[in-house]
């Protein structure tokens, strides 16, 4: 049990935010898009590997925590998140799909929860 006072630590969240538009409007299979979150999420990692968070995440297997937000209505959305993301000092990989070059997603590194949360709170759970 901790001494009474002690901080514990905060859980952390890797987040992941998809376009919507490329299942509603543009027609890619469920799986492409599962597919591009998982390139995200794995590069966000790879580049974040010596992060004390991404260590501490990754020392949790059995219990990570991921949020798949899928409210960027389109490409324009995601690039100006990441932008806004960039602006505030925050990690992530925005995964650009090769060779078409058509921007399908970005992951955070993992995060404390309450430090990146407010920043995506208009995304919406991806459905």
């Keep these: 049990m901790a001494a009474s006072g002690a ?47 991404t260590q501490r995440y990754l020392a949790e297997l059995d219990s990570m925590h991921k949020v798949v937000l899928g409210q960027a209505p389109d490409e324009e959305a995601l690039s100006s998140l990441s932008e806004n993301l960039t602006q505030a000092g925050v990690s992530h990989k925005l995964w650009i799909e090769q060779p078409e070059n058509i921007p399908t997603c970005l992951a955070l590194k993992p995060y404390p929860k309450e430090t990146v949360q407010p920043l995506l709170r208009k995304f919406k759970l991806f459905k």
């Design 7 to 53: 901080a514990t630590p905060s859980r952390l969240v890797q987040y992941v935010v998809v376009r919507a538009d490329l299942v509603h409007k543009l027609s890619w299979p469920l799986g492409a898009v599962i597919t591009q979150a998982c390139h995200a999420a794995t590069a966000a990692i790879h580049l974040h590997y010596t992060d004390p968070d």
